[in-house]
């Protein structure tokens, strides 16, 4: 076991990414704002493994981030003189190649950098015989113990491929406190805490539904998580950086991204229904009570595909008789097309009202993508159609831009396969390579059965208003399906949310969900209950189904939404 910390009871470990294009300058804020043990980077994403598949087809050498290397250059001096370690998951699709990279900045910097880095999640080569058909890219989520290894043999940088988000956080944790694979509750507590802070200034107040509360939301400082020795932490971030820690703002960053009260991972299980937040001080937030279990047999595997090619044209229509002008356009596109592409879909956006005082506000869009395995059925042949309309349709034709050649667009699917199957590898600092045995304490995971519904709030009378006037919201995308989290932050309120907000009401309010499959699940410590809608964003972010692809602002459309309100909560 290596001490990664002075203190034997604390590891103080922050986050400067939370995705591939994240600030620049956090590493050097991180480094330079105030003590730290260890510095992590998340830069993977569903969108983002597919980003670099299409890099490493280019060049063999690349499918790592790029930007991790710059910051490197600016940062491992400073790091090293603090004794600060780095792990990141920026090895992407190719973190050997980023490892030998890093040496060689640290060679051209004249310092003596020890990099380590973790392998075997890319079953690429192997997808075939996994059942995993034939995709571009195809890597199974690994979890903690390699970093474990890499860190124990004195790494000052460890990168890994796909790993669980959390494991970048999980594994300096279990390092420093010599955690065993069974010790399911420290694990789960720490899995937390990384759940947390993995996306970066989300944590602190980025993409929180009451920023008007926060005092200071100019640039958010990045999030810090104290982890104790039982697991429990403390959120925080620097002291005087932006942004803020609260209750709510660990909350939203908690119900990001979640399916049920199972959070399967491949070292442990976390029970999201265990968790137990409490306010400890100005920007401290302490996350305690985190139960955990055995992790399932499977991995979970990212595989992203070449779904075909894409392109798309936006009509403006201005004034009067907009769904006639909608109809016309949509008529003659069509009927003057060479060839149908495979998918032709049309979207209308009223956001003109009527009398209006400026041009923009009379004005609606019309929408039409195209896709299709053939480039040349999505390119200029539509392209070309697409233009010929602006002096041949409907009064005022104009467009927001001018239609391109088409793109390549990818497809996210999920995919499973026996622990035992994925060769999880640790590459130690001189060269050692340290197999990593699967878990062989495994759980199947099953859904955890609805808790009891506290007592419905009796009401004197109710009003009208956005749901959002007392409740927080935050969404967002798992592949095809979209997750709302949403809470309260009173007892009284939860007693009327409970019982309201189910998955009837979801499909009211959200029209667009009405035929889709929707889940609820029930989080009572949080106040909380989450919703998964399946299939809203089509076959994933790259995919494009819906102009939010990500599923981003859908909470945000639910608060919007009016519902009726007990007085007493207003």
């Given at each position: 076991?290596t001490?990664?910390?002075?203190d034997?009871?604390?590891i ?14 956090a590493?050097?804020e991180?480094?330079?704002?105030g003590?730290?043990?260890?510095l992590?980077?998340?830069?993977l994403?569903?969108l983002?493994m ?19 290397v ?10 090293l ?13 190719n ?24 392998e075997g999640?890319?079953l690429?080569?192997?997808?075939g015989?996994?059942?995993l ?23 000052d940088?460890?990168?890994t ?21 069974t010790d399911?509750?420290q ?10 802070i ?58 990001y991204?979640?399916q ?14 265990s ?14 009570g985190?139960?955990?279990?055995a ?12 779904g075909g090619?894409?392109n ?54 019309l ?7 053939d ?10 159609v ?15 831009s ?9 497809v996210?699917t ?7 199957e994925?060769?999880?590898?640790a590459?130690?600092?001189q ?5 990593i ?10 859904e ?16 009208r ?12 995308d ?11 932050r009173?007892d ?5 949310l ?14 667009e969900?009405a ?23 089509g ?5 494009q ?14 608060r ?11």
């Amino acid at each position: 076991m290596t001490m990664l910390a002075a203190d034997p009871e604390l590891i103080r470990i922050g986050n400067c990414s939370g995705f591939y294009g994240d600030r620049l300058s956090a590493m050097r804020e991180m480094l330079e704002g105030g003590q730290l043990d260890v510095l992590t980077g998340d830069y993977l994403a569903e969108l983002t493994m597919l980003i670099l598949g299409r890099d490493r087809m280019k060049d063999p050498s690349l499918g790592y981030a790029k930007t991790f290397v710059r910051q490197i250059e600016d940062c491992l001096g400073l790091a090293l003189e603090r004794n600060v370690q780095i792990v990141t998951n920026a090895g992407g699709l190719n973190p050997a190649g980023l490892a030998e990279k890093l040496r060689k900045v640290a060679a051209d910097l004249g310092l003596d950098a020890k990099v380590a880095h973790v392998e075997g999640d890319d079953l690429l080569s192997r997808a075939g015989e996994l059942g995993l058909g034939s995709p571009l890219t195809a890597n199974a989520y690994l979890g903690a113990w390699g970093i474990v290894e890499c860190l124990n043999a004195g790494a000052d940088i460890v990168v890994t491929g796909r790993v669980t988000d959390a494991s970048v956080i999980v594994g300096p944790a279990a390092a420093h406190f010599g955690w065993g694979r069974t010790d399911y509750d420290q694990l789960a507590g720490a899995v937390v805490a990384g759940h947390v802070i993995e996306c970066s200034t989300q944590a602190t107040g980025g993409n929180f539904a009451f920023f008007t509360e926060l005092a200071d939301l100019g640039r958010p400082g990045f999030p810090i998580a104290e982890v104790r020795r039982d697991g429990s932490s403390v959120i925080t971030k620097h002291q005087g950086t932006g942004g803020a820690v609260t209750v709510d703002t660990v909350a939203a960053q908690l119900m990001y991204e979640i399916q049920g009260a199972r959070y399967a991972g491949p070292d442990v299980t976390t029970r999201l229904d265990s968790i137990e937040l409490s306010h400890e001080g100005p920007d401290r937030v302490l996350i305690s009570g985190v139960t955990g279990e055995a992790p399932p047999p499977q991995l979970k595997v990212s595989l992203n595909t070449l779904g075909g090619f894409r392109n798309e044209m936006e009509f403006v229509l201005t004034g009067l008789d907009i769904e006639a002008k909608a109809e016309l356009a949509q008529r003659q596109l069509e009927s003057w097309l060479p060839v149908r592409p495979a998918e032709l879909t049309w979207t209308l956006a009223r956001l003109d009202r009527p009398d209006a005082e400026t041009e923009e506000q009379a004005s609606a869009l019309l929408r039409c993508v195209v896709r299709d395995p053939d480039p040349n059925k999505v390119g200029r042949s539509f392209s070309n159609v697409a233009v010929e309309l602006a002096l041949a349709s409907y009064p005022g034709t104009t467009f927001t831009s001018l239609p391109g050649n088409g793109s390549p667009y990818g497809v996210y699917t999920p995919g499973f396969v026996d622990a035992a199957e994925v060769p999880h590898a640790a590459v130690l600092p001189q060269g050692a390579r340290v197999d990593i045995a699967p878990a062989s304490d495994t759980l199947e995971l099953a859904e955890v059965a609805e808790p009891e519904l506290p007592e419905p709030l009796s009401t004197n009378g109710t009003r009208r208003a956005p749901l959002g006037t007392i409740a927080l919201a935050r969404s967002g995308d798992k592949g095809g399906n979209a997750n709302i989290g949403v809470w309260v932050r009173t007892d009284e309120q939860w007693r009327w949310l409970a019982h309201t907000l189910t998955v009837a009401r979801i499909k009211e309010l959200l029209p667009e969900a009405a035929p889709l499959t929707v889940t609820r699940h029930v989080l009572p410590n949080l106040r909380a209950v989450n919703f998964i809608i399946e299939g809203l964003l089509g076959q994933g972010v790259a995919y494009q189904a819906r102009f939010d692809p990500q599923a981003k602002g859908v909470g945000e459309w639910l608060r919007s939404r009016h519902v009726d309100i007990p007085l007493e909560l207003l």
